[in-house]
């Protein structure tokens, strides 16, 4: 009963708060909190910006556009419907793609290839 007895007298001990829990928490949101602003100028914002410079270029898309998928395909925007963007790779060549698929608009300083593989070879001969 001895043993028992100094087990319960312990117990209210071990659910009683520790006096200095406040300033527990004041050094841990003074650790955390520059964390998660360079976690948040670094990761979160440019994302936010990334994604804002991709939609309003999805939004401005017009015929004629030169532009990349995510699926890696150049190709030229000849036609719109819905959420559907029609792109010519080839002459004689259309495709169907997501609008959403679209990540970007080609470098203005490279050349298009025509679909036969011509410039390529042209420009391994060089």
Known sequence: MGAGSSFLAKWPLFLAAEPG???GLVQFLVLFAPLFLIWYFLIIRPQQ????????????LKT???VVTSG??????????????????????????ARSAITGLQPTGEKSDDGSGREATAKAKK
Do not use: H, I, W
């Open 72 to 97: 890696g395909l150049y190709g030229t925007v000849v036609g719109f419907r819905d959420s559907v963007v029609q792109l010519q790779v080839a002459p004689q060549v259309k495709l169907d793609v």
């Open 49 to 60: 910006r990334q994604r804002g410079k991709l939609k309003e270029l999805l939004e401005n």
């Open 64 to 66: 004629g556009d030169k």
């Open 21 to 23: 829990a406040a300033g």
